[in-house]
């Protein structure tokens, strides 16, 4: 589908300035391709994710304006005033845009300019680069100019604080420069974990030592279970249509109930987005994490959640039970589990 749209906005795109599109269409679905076009100039995207809200100051309680590409909430709040059905998606872009890059001299002086290759396979709140640093090590480089419930100034914290505790990337640099982040890390060896024979068993047990970390000292409770109840408590008559969707049976206050009565009572450090493409094994089976940016003190369930979704999205539900046994559980809670997919809808 073609959309006609002004240069203004594709070049927001291109820029990495935009990353969200409202539109009156409401047929376009997760993973559907689409061309915003003006004149000569047009872009290919595809849509990542889509969510409906009664109004433009429902929308802007869970996505933050600038992803819209507005310097102000004002500006969007007067343009989409007199809108009565709000509909927004997400878009992945690909371009070769380097110039953020180049306008950064102290990060060119660790990089080599001629590697820097964008990475565009899978969707990310920040664009990535594979490149090699100077003395010819791989490496990547995440740069980021929006707001995001991402941020990558999270994920540094959080992989500055793992160093030592869980095979996660080294940092060799971070900096804001200009209102852009800048992390520039490892890169990890290996294979997206489903790609990997006999990977269960090893994202089993990791996952186990990585909530066996130490929490005593963590500062980072984002995700921690009532944090996550509050969002969906207060956002609940934005998120009930798409609950209902999933669990037509459900009324308001049979949710409201069940969210109250079914909180998880465990907590660990969680990875957050515990899916098989952040699980990287190599050819000596050593596992390594990537995307560290949900960091925080949870409920395991928050993990099995997304790893759960991933098995299914990827075709490999059936390893789900020598997952568990490797993390020495027979089974999951069916309660945890939904209560997590429930708030889930409040983290758009």
């Known amino acids: 589908m073609k959309i006609k749209v002004s240069n203004t906005i594709?070049?927001?795109?291109?820029?990495?300035?935009?990353?969200?599109?409202i539109l009156e269409d409401d047929s376009l679905n997760n993973k559907d391709h689409i061309t915003l076009y003006e004149d000569n100039n047009e872009i290919d995207a595809e849509i990542t994710a889509k969510s409906k809200f009664n109004n433009i100051e429902e929308c802007l309680k869970i996505i933050p304006y600038d992803l819209f590409g507005s310097s102000n909430q004002e500006e969007l709040?007067?343009?989409?005033?007199?809108?009565?059905?709000?509909?927004?998606?997400?878009?992945?872009?690909?371009?070769?845009?380097?110039?953020?890059i180049y306008s950064n001299q102290e990060l060119l002086k660790l990089i080599d300019e001629s590697s820097i290759e964008k990475n565009t396979i899978g969707f990310s709140a920040s664009d990535v680069f594979i490149l090699k640093l100077k003395n010819g090590?791989?490496?990547?480089?995440?740069?980021q100019t929006l707001s995001s419930r991402n941020n990558l100034k999270d994920e540094y914290e959080r992989i500055k604080w793992l160093q030592?505790?869980?095979?996660?990337?080294?940092?060799?640099?971070?900096?804001?420069?200009?209102?852009?982040?800048?992390l520039l890390m490892e890169k990890k060896n290996g294979l997206s974990a489903h790609k990997t024979p006999n990977f269960a068993s090893k994202i089993g047990t990791t996952l186990k030592d990585f909530h066996n970390i130490d929490i005593k000292n963590c500062r980072f409770k984002q995700n921690s279970i009532n944090i996550l109840y509050k969002k969906a408590i207060d956002?609940?008559?934005?998120?009930?249509?798409?609950?209902?969707?999933?669990?037509?049976?459900?009324?308001?206050?049979?949710?409201?109930?069940?969210?109250?009565?079914?909180?998880?009572?465990?907590?660990?450090?969680?990875h957050g987005d515990y899916s098989l493409p952040n699980i990287l094994i190599d050819e000596n089976g050593k596992v390594g994490l990537i995307d560290l940016g949900d960091v925080s003190i949870s409920s395991k369930y928050f993990d099995f959640f997304y790893l759960k979704k991933s098995l299914?999205?990827?075709?490999?539900?059936?390893?789900?039970?020598?997952?568990?046994k490797s993390y020495g559980i027979d089974k999951l809670d069916e309660n945890y589990m939904k209560w997590i997919a429930i708030v889930d809808k409040a983290l758009f």
């Open 312 to 324: 299914i999205r990827n075709k490999k539900i059936e390893e789900l039970d020598l997952i568990l």
């Open 235 to 270: 956002n609940i008559d934005l998120i009930l249509p798409e609950i209902q969707e999933e669990y037509p049976d459900m009324s308001k206050e049979d949710i409201l109930l069940f969210l109250k009565e079914n909180k998880p009572q465990d907590k660990v450090l969680v």
């Open 77 to 100: 709040i007067n343009e989409y005033k007199n809108k009565n059905n709000i509909v927004a998606y997400r878009l992945k872009v690909d371009t070769d845009n380097n110039n953020i």
């Open 164 to 182: 030592g505790k869980a095979n996660v990337p080294k940092i060799y640099y971070y900096k804001e420069v200009n209102n852009t982040k800048y």
């Open 137 to 143: 090590e791989e490496a990547v480089l995440k740069t």
């Open 10 to 21: 594709i070049e927001r795109f291109l820029n990495g300035k935009q990353t969200h599109l």
